[in-house]
Nanobody, 119 residues
Framework: VQLQASGGGLVQAGGSLRLSCVVS????????MRWYRQAPGKERELVAS???????DYADSVKGRFTISRDNAKNTGNLQMNNLKPEDTAVYSC??????????????WGQGTLVTVSS
């Protein structure tokens, strides 16, 4: 199982970016998908999560600006980030709880993608 994150980059404050996370491999089901971020010198923070039934949850710092979504047919999760602020600058990583046939579900991580917001 592999998670491939993409979509990071440099954007001015107030701008938007869309992150994507594609899950590949021998997958039976993706239970929950999450986006985390870690800024320099800070602990990793859960930004948003979405269940297979599309129930979502957000960190207070991004509510109203970020939207998490998923496409179960394509095994893909997305994070639409609007009205970005310099404090959103961080490495963003996707995480997913995945069920494979004959195995208990396991949490997998993708590589990080850097988001830099300039003031």
């Amino acid at each position: 199982v592999q998670l491939q994150a993409s979509g990071g980059g440099l954007v001015q404050a107030g701008g938007s970016l869309r992150l994507s996370c594609v899950v590949s491999g021998n997958i039976w089901s993706i239970v929950t998908m999450r986006w985390y971020r870690q800024a320099p010198g800070k602990e990793r923070e859960l930004v948003a999560s979405i269940t297979r039934g599309d129930s979502t949850d957000y960190a207070d710092s991004v509510k109203g600006r970020f939207t998490i979504s998923r496409d179960n047919a394509k095994n893909t999760g997305n994070l639409q980030m609007n009205n970005l602020k310099p404090e959103d600058t961080a490495v963003y990583s996707c995480n997913a709880d995945i069920v494979q046939i004959g195995r208990p579900f396991k949490s997998y991580w993708g590589q990080g993608t850097l988001v830099t917001v300039s003031s």
